[in-house]
């Protein structure tokens, strides 16, 4: 019985990045496609709102819509504390604190529970939030 | 249920335990991040349908009204004709969004990129609260939904995360207090053996 325990426990780590996108387009890529789009690590396809992806152009510019991948991704990492949140991605990390009005000096971007409610409530299908076993 | 495993009191149980109660914390932690964020989520969508629900009551009162007084001065033909017309022209696009692993189904509404003039300003009006209308009740369907699947999805992880506060984790903690307790008295009784044995053998050297 406790065999099938540690089987459990391990595949509820295994499971919960599981929402996790195969490859991740930039975001000029997906506004060029009719209905935006992205396939799932569990074979879903998870569909993207346009006015999100304007939203996120209005902030990047231009120049950045090449290099930012979407979805975003926020990881909750216990090393961080509980409630806080990183985004490793450079790209990303610079737009978010534009749209959060928060100080960004460069490199990872930790930001905490307000930030990521607020933030899921803007860009609800281009960020995702990863859970890292710390 | 009991408060210990079911273990043989060998070391390497003892290793294998802690181990086991190292993954178990670890699983703990995780899903209770996993249930604050899907809450947070819950409670925005709760309050996105709370809002959307009392703008398309309002709405559709508005709607309701000015249709009968358009049904009554211009008569049927008209009246239906424009309304149709805001149905077939609009396109719905139905695929899943997926919060956090909670599949829920989505809508999008496109709008038509051209919309025919109406030479009665009443009846244009009209058509455009249809839309938006018809737009509100799709949010509203698709909020509700993504509601029932969190909420689903919250049980899920709330039974989850209850099981191993309350009972994995306190069970395999006492295990492994028994079993160190049980290492420890074997020690001492190893001991005191050790003890009398060296007595016996002074003794017998004594003689």
Do not use: C
Not at chain 1, 59 to 64: C, F, K, L, N
């Amino acid at each position: 019985m406790e065999d099938y325990l540690e089987k459990a426990l391990r595949d509820e780590l295994r499971i919960i990045n599981r929402h996790l996108p195969y490859r991740r387009p930039s975001l000029r890529e997906l506004m060029s496609m009719d209905i935006p789009y992205i396939v799932l690590r569990d074979g879903t396809t998870h569909l993207i709102e346009r006015e999100e992806l304007e939203l996120l152009y209005r902030y990047a510019g231009d120049e950045a819509a090449d290099k930012l991948r979407i979805p975003v991704i926020i990881e909750i990492n216990p090393g961080y504390g509980e409630g806080a949140a990183v985004i490793r991605d450079h790209v990303a990390a610079a737009i978010i604190s534009k749209i959060l009005g928060i100080e960004y000096s460069g490199g990872e971007l930790i930001i905490y529970m307000p930030h990521i409610t607020m933030l899921r409530r803007l860009l609800r299908t281009t960020t995702t939030i990863i859970f890292m076993p710390g | 249920m009991s408060s210990l495993l079911r273990v043989r009191p060998t070391k390497i149980e003892l290793i294998r335990l802690r181990k086991r109660l190292q993954l178990a914390r670890k699983v703990h932690r995780i899903l209770r991040e996993r249930l604050t964020i899907l809450v947070n989520e819950f409670l925005v969508k709760i309050r996105e349908a709370y809002a959307l629900r009392r703008e398309v009551s309002e709405n559709l009162v508005n709607v309701y009204s000015r249709a009968f007084l358009l049904y009554s001065v211009y008569g049927e033909n008209i009246t239906r004709y424009y309304s149709s017309a805001t149905r077939e022209k609009l396109r719905a696009i139905v695929g899943l969004e997926n919060i956090m692993g909670v599949k829920t189904t989505t809508v999008r509404l496109e709008k038509p990129e051209y919309v025919e003039e109406t030479l009665i300003r009443d009846l244009g009006v009209f058509r455009e609260e249809a839309i938006n209308i018809i737009r509100n009740i799709i949010e509203l369907g698709k909020t509700e939904k993504a509601i029932d699947s969190l909420g689903k999805e919250i049980l899920r992880t709330k039974r989850k995360v209850n099981a191993l506060e309350y009972t994995l984790i306190p069970q395999i903690w006492n295990t492994i207090r028994y079993l160190r307790m049980k290492f420890e008295e074997r020690e001492r009784e190893e001991k005191a053996r050790l003890k009398r044995v060296k007595a016996l053998l002074e003794r017998r050297r004594g003689r």
